[in-house]
């Protein structure tokens, strides 16, 4: 397992940006973002791959975009347009064997978490 802290989140309105950042305490194959959302299950943001590009759920119709920095071993992701059922807490994952966006079988590192909150 690697170390993930993230940082940013907070409150907006709806049609705002945030921007999020996870920092690694190591290298790892994927780093992704997921979000657990009132009332559903965990779902995947965005994952990006080593060497590779970001897929992103579906839900997030070009709102959002992932950026990952090799050297700093950190992945960004910037959310604009956000909306109210965009609110709830975001996670960062790692896994080195696997980067799928649409299951979180496979990520073995995990953020503690940071909230997302969107008013309308």
């Known amino acids: 397992q690697v170390e993930l802290v993230e940082s940013g989140g907070g409150s907006v309105q709806a049609g705002g940006s945030l921007r999020l950042s996870c920092g690694a305490v190591g290298s790892l194959y994927c780093m992704a973002w997921f979000r657990q959302v009132p009332g559903k299950e965990r779902e995947g943001v965005a994952s990006f791959v080593l060497g590779g590009r970001p897929f992103y759920g579906d839900f997030v119709q070009g709102r959002f975009a992932a950026s990952r920095d090799y050297a700093k071993r950190t992945l960004d992701l910037q959310m604009d347009n956000l909306r109210p059922e965009d609110s709830g807490i975001y996670y960062c994952?790692?896994?080195?064997?696997?980067?799928?966006?649409?299951?979180?079988?496979?990520?073995?590192?995990w953020g503690q978490g940071t909230q997302v909150s969107v008013s309308s």
């Open positions: 994952a790692g896994s080195e064997t696997v980067c799928r966006v649409h299951t979180d079988n496979g990520y073995t590192s």
